[in-house]
């Protein structure tokens, strides 16, 4: 079954940035050409940024383990990325957390 991620982020989205959410009717013309290439460049520049720890966290661990275990070291690397990655979606759902918690249901018009 295939997942849209972009249906996915969207409630996500409606959370850190209401404004920016419509709801019922989609959005056509250039001015919603004009923000989905925004937030695409917006979402590829996050995503560049977030995978830039787990990369250093996994380079680190290989050019330590290389030379005593040689290939071997590939599988702690992995588990260095994937435990950066987990911090990382830990830490961004704490913040999505918090986030929704101050958000007032009133506040949003529809």
Same mark, same amino acid.
């Given at each position: 079954?295939?997942?849209? #991620?972009?249906r996915?982020? %969207? #409630?996500?989205?409606?959370?850190?940035?209401? &404004?920016?959410?419509? =709801? &019922?009717? *989609? /959005? !056509? +013309?250039?001015? *919603?050409? &004009?923000?989905?290439?925004?937030? %695409? %460049?917006?979402?590829?520049?996050?995503?560049?940024?977030?995978?830039?720890? #787990?990369?250093? /966290?996994?380079?680190?661990?290989?050019? !330590?383990?290389?030379?005593?275990?040689?290939?071997?070291?590939?599988? #702690?690397?992995?588990?260095?990325a994937?435990?950066?990655? *987990?911090?990382? &979606?830990?830490?961004?759902?704490?913040?999505? +957390?918090?986030?929704?918690?101050?958000?007032?249901? +009133?506040? =949003? !018009?529809r």
């Amino acid at each position: 079954m295939y997942v849209n #991620p972009r249906r996915r982020a %969207t #409630p996500r989205a409606a959370v850190l940035f209401p &404004g920016w959410v419509r =709801i &019922g009717t *989609a /959005a !056509s +013309g250039v001015e *919603a050409l &004009g923000q989905r290439l925004l937030s %695409t %460049t917006a979402f590829l520049v996050l995503l560049c940024v977030m995978l830039a720890a #787990p990369l250093a /966290a996994s380079i680190l661990a290989f050019q !330590s383990l290389d030379s005593v275990t040689g290939d071997w070291a590939f599988g #702690p690397a992995f588990l260095a990325a994937l435990a950066v990655l *987990a911090l990382e &979606g830990a830490l961004l759902l704490r913040q999505l +957390g918090r986030a929704l918690e101050r958000m007032d249901p +009133g506040a =949003i !018009s529809r």
